[in-house]
């Protein structure tokens, strides 16, 4: 199994003080003061604004993000982060229009750019993950805030720190890269 490695900076352009990780980590405060700029060497990782993975959350890549401002929209507070582990196989997850998986479902096996015009819901407030890793975008087209989903049960999306507390999921993408 590949291990990720991200490495984050506090100036902008990988200067300043910097901090190494390799697996999830709550608070990442203790390390460094503000995040400017990041490298990521081999894996997939979200990074989140508040400690305890809460707040707006940014998931990246291999590669590298010498302005966060600039390349993902994340100020310098980056404050915990998890690491996504690869996934081989099937992806399946299960939408539901209300909290607590009720109103109209779906099931999704494949990324779903608008749950509006493919399933005529117009709104997720729950899931459950079945198989897979996925990201779940605020607005069609994998546009606007984002929330990494691994397997389980999420029966209420207002209650996941996620800061706005009428966020809608509009569309959905599975974690197929490669990182």
Not at 149 to 168: L, Q, T, V, W
């Amino acid at each position: 199994m590949t291990m990720g490695k991200i490495i984050f900076y506090e100036d902008r352009n990988f200067q300043g003080r910097s901090h190494e990780c390799n697996s999830d980590c709550a608070d990442l405060h203790s390390y460094f003061n503000r995040c400017n700029s990041l490298r990521v060497e081999s894996g997939c990782f979200m990074v989140y604004e508040r400690p305890n993975y809460m707040g707006n959350q940014y998931f990246v890549r291999r590669g590298e993000y010498p302005d966060n401002q600039r390349m993902i929209g994340i100020n310098d507070c980056i404050r915990s982060c998890r690491m996504i582990p690869m996934h081989r196989g099937s992806y399946k997850m299960k939408i539901y229009e209300k909290e607590n998986f009720g109103g109209q479902s779906m099931e999704l096996m494949d990324d779903c750019d608008s749950i509006q015009d493919r399933y005529r819901m117009s709104d997720c407030q729950s899931a459950q993950v079945m198989d897979g890793h996925w990201l779940m975008f605020e607005q069609p087209h994998f546009r606007g805030r984002m929330m990494y989903m691994r397997p389980g049960e999420y029966r209420s999306f207002k209650d996941m720190g996620m800061g706005a507390k009428g966020m809608r999921f509009m569309s959905m993408r599975r974690i197929t890269d490669i990182c």
